[in-house]
T-cell receptor, first 110, second 113 residues
Framework: SQQGEEDPQALSIQEGENATMNCSYK?????LQWYRQNSGRGLVHLIL?????REKHSGRLRVTLDTSKKSSSLLITASRAADTASYFC??????????FGSGTRLQVQP | DTAVSQTPKYLVTQMGNDKSIKCEQN?????MYWYKQDSKKFLKIMFS???????INETVPNRFSPKSPDKAHLNLHINSLELGDSAVYFC????????????FGEGSWLTVV
């Protein structure tokens, strides 16, 4: 089974609105990462948050991490049509490789 | 100046054939991976190599054989292709510890008919 699971599976919003995606995971982690995948392309790293951090910002992105609830959220503010993509959370449970969820497909309508 | 490059991008082949996907990274990373993404977008680790040595093999059928001639290359050979092997295969690399940021290739779309 997947370590991380994103919610919702799909999200459709209007340009300018905020988009929030959630990720839940099962085991303790060293860090949690968010990636973006445009249609037909590879995944691109967005942001990494360590297990001792609670919140991190990068441009229009804000990530939170709650290790007690084993959950994280990704907020994209003032969304643009170009933000349309799939967003994945990935966790690193110890010495294994990064483990990914199934992604949230975000559609931003112009 | 592509960081992680994999070829071919598209591959259509018949059941039972043997095919290879090549991957090269010019980032100087020590660790390379193969991930498989199915039609539902689940991304699953298949193999991981660190400095040419296999460190992860996630219960992948032994029809799949990775080969790392040097730490910049990790190729994937698949024997006796089956319909269920149809997927997108991503090569990736990371510097140092496996928990660092991963850099992905653009993917190889394999369709078995």
């Amino acid at each position: 089974s997947q370590q991380g699971e994103e919610d919702p599976q799909a999200l459709s919003i209007q340009e300018g609105e905020n988009a929030t995606m959630n990720c839940s995971y099962k085991t303790s982690i060293n860090n949690l990462q968010w990636y973006r995948q445009n249609s037909g392309r590879g995944l691109v790293h967005l942001i990494l948050i360590r297990s001792n951090e609670r919140e991190k910002h990068s441009g229009r992105l804000r990530v939170t991490l709650d290790t007690s609830k084993k959950s994280s959220s990704l907020l994209i503010t003032a969304s643009r049509a170009a933000d349309t993509a799939s967003y994945f959370c990935a966790t690193f449970p110890g010495r294994r490789a990064l483990t990914f969820g199934s992604g949230t497909r975000l559609q931003v309508q112009p | 100046d592509t960081a992680v490059s994999q070829t071919p991008k598209y591959l259509v082949t018949q059941m039972g054939n043997d095919k290879s996907i090549k991957c090269e990274q010019n980032l100087g990373h020590d660790t390379m991976y193969w991930y498989k993404q199915d039609s539902k977008k689940f991304l699953k680790i298949m193999f991981s190599y660190n400095n040419k040595e296999l460190i992860i093999n996630e219960t992948v059928p032994n029809r799949f054989s990775p080969k790392s001639p040097d730490k910049a290359h990790l190729n994937l050979h698949i024997n006796s292709l089956e319909l269920g092997d149809s997927a997108v295969y991503f090569c990736a690399s990371t510097p140092g510890d496996p928990g660092n940021t991963i850099y992905f290739g653009e993917g190889s779309w394999l369709t078995v008919v």
